[in-house]
């Protein structure tokens, strides 16, 4: 059985910042792409990063410059540290499994439940 399981969210005054963990049972995370999501209130879920199974990553516009992704293969584990929160950053973060990075949720196989990142203002 496959588990992604987040951490490392909360609630943040705007600049601040937060480092994202999600960890994987089940799989070997080296095989795989990964990535983040995050979805807000009424809102569709959108891509924030991704890194590819040899360190390649890709950015949605809003947070480069921002946010890291980063991965640990010993600890099949990936992280992602936000920096200069914005409240336009609120939202579940979600973390994924698939084979590729691609910035559209439809070719990640595995999700996680997702982390709640409140940032105030």
């Known amino acids: 059985q496959v588990r992604l399981v987040e951490s490392g969210g909360g609630l943040v005054q705007a600049g601040g910042s937060l480092r994202l963990s999600c960890t994987v049972s089940g799989r070997t995370a080296s095989s795989y792409a990964m990535g983040w999501f995050r979805q807000a209130p009424g809102k569709e879920r959108g891509f924030v990063s991704a890194?590819?199974?040899?360190?390649?990553?890709v950015y949605a516009d809003s947070v480069k410059g921002r946010f890291t992704i980063s991965r640990d293969n010993a600890k099949n584990t990936v992280y992602l540290q936000m920096n200069v929160l914005k409240p336009e950053d609120t939202a579940v973060y979600l973390c994924t499994l698939g084979p590729v990075p691609t910035t559209t949720p439809a070719p990640y196989a595995y999700w996680g439940q997702g982390t709640q990142v409140t940032v105030s203002s």
């Open positions: 890194i590819s199974r040899s360190g390649s990553t």
